[in-house]
């Protein structure tokens, strides 16, 4: 059975501070997919990243950076100098190889940043 | 391109009546997949229509079922709803293509369901 595991419920920081924030997974499957995703308070799910397990490289978009770490089974998102849009729940997801609609989410992490 | 919509928004039932949410996928995708959102918890998959037909359920019971019409838009309904299925439920649809690719899926707004 595959899990995810956000183990911060809530982060709160001020406007310009980074922020990580972490996701631990299992699954007994050699092939997947891990996601995250946003969720402002208008409830649409927001795709961020996709990361294949076989891709173990880091990803920075702008302020957003990902690192996957197979060997410890996370996958980690950092914002750097987070802004007060960036408040919303995000969610760590993990989905088998051939199906991306079947995936297991985490429970969220809520962030907060403040002005 | 138009994106996933759902409708309505906003529902409320009381215990025991039925409810049929509908969601309109994105243009070009064949698949549907239904999430259950409780509050404070992460989406919960509860089923998925590729080819009008169910590919995968999650850990829900019969009287949660669906339908996916020839448009590859799809349908949730729930029978005999408890207090436990107030959620926010969310559609997602994707490409899918025969043989085991893998796409994004991208989310509709959801339709959040009060039963009281």
């Known amino acids: 059975a595959q899990k995810v595991t956000q183990a911060q419920t809530e982060i709160s920081v001020v406007e310009k501070e980074d922020v990580t924030l972490d996701c631990v997974y299992e699954t007994r499957d050699t092939t997947y997919y891990l996601f995250w995703y946003k969720q402002p308070p208008s409830g649409e799910l927001v795709f961020l990243i996709r990361?294949?397990?076989?891709?173990?490289q880091n990803e920075i978009s702008g302020r957003y950076s990902w690192n996957f770490q197979k060997s410890t089974s996370s996958f980690n998102f950092t914002i750097t100098a987070s802004q007060v849009v960036d408040s919303a729940v995000y969610f760590c997801?993990?989905?088998?190889?051939?199906?991306?609609?079947?995936?297991?989410f985490g429970d969220g992490t809520t962030l907060t940043v403040k002005p | 391109e138009t994106g996933v919509t759902q409708s309505p928004t906003h529902l409320i039932k009381t215990r025991g009546q039925q409810v049929t949410l509908r969601c309109s996928s994105q243009?070009?995708?064949?698949?549907v997949s239904w999430y259950q959102q409780a509050l404070g918890q992460g989406p919960q998959f509860i089923f998925q229509?590729?080819?009008?037909?169910?590919?995968g359920r999650g850990n829900f019971p019969p009287r949660f079922s669906g339908l996916q019409f020839p448009n590859y838009s799809s349908e949730l309904n729930v029978n005999a709803l408890e207090l436990d299925d107030s959620a926010l439920y969310l559609c997602?649809?994707?490409?899918?293509?025969?043989?085991?690719?893998?796409?994004?899926?991208?989310f509709g707004p959801g339709t959040r369901l009060t039963v009281l």
């Open positions: 997801a993990l989905s088998e190889r051939t199906n991306a609609g079947k995936s297991t």
């Open positions: 229509y590729y080819r009008e037909e169910e590919n």
């Open positions: 243009s070009g995708h064949n698949t």
């Open positions: 990361r294949n397990s076989f891709d173990e």
């Open positions: 997602a649809s994707s490409l899918e293509i025969a043989g085991g690719s893998h796409n994004e899926q991208f």
